[in-house]
Every structure is written in structure tokens, then in C-alpha cells.
């Protein structure tokens, strides 16, 4: 029988085919935390077909993955019902084919994503037999339609998201961790999920220290006042959110500014540490009315009167904490930190909703809010150049991020409603 061949555009979620065998992506845009399920369909039932995913990184490097499937009774592929038999990745996800990437050359560390927030254009490849069958592509966005942002360049340094619609909404101040600079992606997704979001420059950007060292935390009550002043944002329903050193930090605000009534943290410490990075000598991250605030020297030794005078109070906290950590981090124990800001939590009956999320094989990138790839090897920090290992899985800090993005969402809803 004579097979009709059948010639598309190529477009977002719109399939490019060969005879009756079509791939398509749906939905075919996406913010950069949603799913999208990829599907090929007019195989022969029991066929193996690989599927191919192709892209290309923020410093132009190529990431590639791909996985062999087995057709269903119907003579589909499904990759949000099906696990590939071998390949990339193992297991049954929607966006296996994303987060399982890795890059084609041999000098690149990790995945950088677009610059300025562009979207990123991820093509799925169908093979059947050898031959490509078909094509189809995905674009994730890192911002929502709508989202306005602004930089903030006299005494607060950062960039200001604020979200569609009218109304007063919510709004969360978003830190960085011992990077330093802004962390505008991630006040981009708040932004793009309704909430009002700045993403504040502390130390490492013109106009502030360049090192983490000796920060006033009057700094942010600024940054909250600035918030709480803007016509968009509900000045009783605020929050953060800090990763890393940023939330250590984060915790550190919950414990001190009432006006906060929602906490972030990703990957954070229980603790204050000392500056970073590379000091001789160890000195102080946080001040506060000038003065230093006692810190724990990490690696040293383990001396439980140091860290009982640098323990972030958290217990003060006038709003609900959630917090991420992951038992495979090799930067610093964030699930054991996690557990015992729990614990103290707990002991001391506080009365605000505590979430805490504890993934085992996730490092310190857990429960982060981007599907990206995951995979890394050979990082060194941004600023000093010396050797760093996150940790975890790629299979399990994907699996963090999948679980952790609705579970963060859904915390800052119900505490910032």
C-alpha cells in the first residue's frame, strides 16, 4: 500500500513528519517549571524507536540526550506513561529527555541558561529504523507574558519583577547565594506565578561590597520598606526566599523582620558562617547595628558553643518556614541543617506551618525551581575559581526539582494569601 507522506511547518508543538509517523511536544511553550509531554505516534506496536532531544546552552555549548522507546498496543510513545528501555535516563518522566541532557563537548561544567532571560528552544528528534521520522520543538520561557522588571541602581541594587494583573499582590525578596550578583531568574519565576519580586544585589555588583563580608542586615529591612511602599504589593503579605548562603540568610531575616510572614529556603544553613570565600583569616558575613554576628567556623572543628551562639533563631520567625535540603549535598550538610532548624522549631512550639523537604539523593542544587539539566562535573565557584561539587544524582536532583517546584508554590499561596 502506497504510504501518504505528509509535510508540516515546524513550530512550537506543531509536528514535522515523515509518512504517518508524527512527534509532537505539548503543550509546545511552557514557563521553564512546567511539564510538557513529548509523544510520537504511527509506529508499529512493539517497534524501538529512539528518541533525540538537541540544544543549545547561554554560552552557545550543545547538550544532547536520547533514549530508546518501545511503541504501546497502539503504536505510541508517551513519555509521561512510559520509561525509555536504555539511554539517558531510566525512569518514567515527562521531561526525561531535558533534565537527562549532558553537553557534546568535553570542557563544559554545567548547563548556563540563556542570557537575559531568553526563552530556550529544546528539538525533539523522532529515528525510526536509523532514519528521522519526524521533528518537533519545545520553548521554555523563563519570564510570563506581561511581567514588567526594572533595575534598581541608587541604594538598593537589584531587579524589580512585578506581576500581571491588578490588584495589591504578594511579594517575595529573592537573594543570592556566595555568587553574588542578582538572582533575576528566579524573582522571574515568582513574578510570572503573581507574586511581586526583587531580586536584591548584596554584595558583588556596582554600588555594593564585592565581597561577602561584614553585610548589614539593615540593608534588607530597606529593600522590605521599598517593597511594602509599591502600589502593586500588599505590604502585610511578604516573604523571602535565599538559597545557599542566600538561605542562610533568608532564615536569618525570617528570625528578625516581623513584616516577613512566609521563608524560602533552599539548601540553607541552621547557622550563621563566616565570610566568603578565600579570607586568611575567618571574618563575619552578617552585621547588625554595627556589630558582628557570631558565626561557626565550618571544617575546623566541631565546637557546640560556636554553633550555639551562631544558631539562627528561627524559632522568632512571625510566619510559616519552608525549607529544602539535600542528603547527598557535598558543599555543606544542608539535610542535616534542615533537620535541626526542624528540630529547634519543634522544641521551641512554634506556631506557624513548617515545611520540610529532605530528597536522598539530591545535592546542593535540590528542589531548585528550573527544568534544566542537571548534570555537572568539574564546577569551580563563579568568584574564586576553586573546585566545588554539588552533589547529588542528575536523576535525583531532577527529581527534587519536579517534586519541591508545586510543594514551593503551594507553601507560598497558603502563607502569603
Excluded at 544532547?64 to 525512569?91: C, M, W
Excluded at 529527555?97 to 525533539?124: C, E, G
Excluded at 519570564?143 to 491588578?166: C, H, I, N, S
Excluded at 531575616?253 to 565570610?275: C, D, E, F, H, I
Aim: net charge negative; proline share 6%; aromatic share 6%.
Amino acid at each position: 500500500m502506497t504510504r501518504s507522506i505528509l509535510v508540516a511547518v515546524c513550530a512550537l508543538g506543531i509536528t514535522v513528519c515523515a509518512c504517518a509517523q508524527t512527534l509532537e511536544v505539548q503543550p509546545g511553550q511552557v514557563l521553564d517549571d512546567q511539564v510538557a509531554v513529548v509523544r510520537a505516534t504511527g509506529l508499529t506496536p512493539g517497534a524501538h524507536v529512539m528518541m533525540r532531544a538537541e540544544m543549545a546552552d547561554g554560552d552557545g555549548h550543545p547538550w544532547v540526550s536520547e533514549a530508546e522507546f518501545v511503541a504501546d498496543a497502539n503504536g505510541a510513545v508517551d513519555t509521561s506513561a512510559q520509561a525509555p528501555v536504555k539511554g539517558a535516563y531510566r525512569i518514567v518522566s515527562a521531561m526525561g529527555l531535558v533534565w537527562s541532557m549532558t553537553p557534546a563537548a568535553k570542557d563544559v561544567h554545567v548547563y548556563r541558561p540563556l542570557h537575559d532571560l531568553a526563552a530556550q528552544t529544546i528539538t525533539f528528534h523522532l529515528v525510526v529504523d536509523g532514519k528521522e521520522a519526524a521533528t518537533a520543538q519545545l520553548q521554555q520561557r523563563a519570564v510570563g507574558e506581561g511581567v514588567r522588571q526594572f533595575k534598581l541602581e541608587g541604594a538598593l541594587r537589584g531587579v524589580y519583577f512585578a506581576p500581571t494583573g491588578d490588584g495589591k499582590h504578594a511579594g517575595v525578596l529573592v537573594l543570592g547565594g556566595s555568587e553574588g550578583g542578582v538572582q533575576t531568574r528566579r524573582a522571574a519565576w515568582l513574578a510570572s506565578h503573581g507574586y511581586a519580586a526583587l531580586a536584591l544585589c548584596y554584595f558583588h555588583c556596582e554600588g555594593r561590597p564585592q565581597e561577602l563580608e561584614s553585610i548589614p542586615l539593615e540593608y534588607f529591612g530597606q529593600a522590605l520598606a521599598w517593597m511594602a511602599e509599591r502600589p502593586e504589593v500588599d505590604g502585610e503579605r511578604l516573604g523571602v526566599m535565599g538559597a545557599s548562603r542566600g538561605g542562610e540568610l533568608a532564615l536569618q531575616l525570617g528570625s528578625m523582620y516581623t513584616v516577613l510572614k512566609a521563608v524560602v529556603a533552599y539548601v540553607p544553613a541552621n547557622v550563621r558562617y563566616p565570610a566568603c570565600c578565600g579570607f586568611a583569616r575567618a571574618q563575619p558575613s552578617w552585621t547588625w547595628k554595627g556589630q558582628a554576628l557570631a558565626f561557626a567556623r565550618p571544617r575546623v572543628h566541631d565546637d557546640p558553643a560556636e554553633k550555639m551562639l551562631a544558631a539562627i533563631h528561627v524559632e522568632m520567625t512571625h510566619g510559616a518556614i519552608l525549607m529544602i535540603g539535600g542528603e547527598d549535598d557535598h558543599v555543606w550538610p544542608s539535610a542535616e541543617m534542615v533537620s535541626a532548624a526542624e528540630e529547634r522549631l519543634r522544641g521551641a512550639h512554634f506556631e506557624h506551618a513548617v515545611v520540610a523537604l529532605k530528597y536522598p539523593h539530591a545535592g546542593h542544587r535540590a528542589g531548585m525551581p528550573e527544568i534544566e539539566p542537571t548534570w555537572n562535573h568539574g564546577m569551580v565557584h563563579p568568584l574564586t575559581g576553586t573546585p566545588m561539587d554539588p552533589g547529588g544524582t542528575p536523576e535525583g536532583n531532577a527529581e527534587s526539582t519536579l517534586d519541591a517546584i508545586p510543594k514551593v508554590l503551594g507553601f507560598l499561596g497558603e502563607a502569603l494569601k
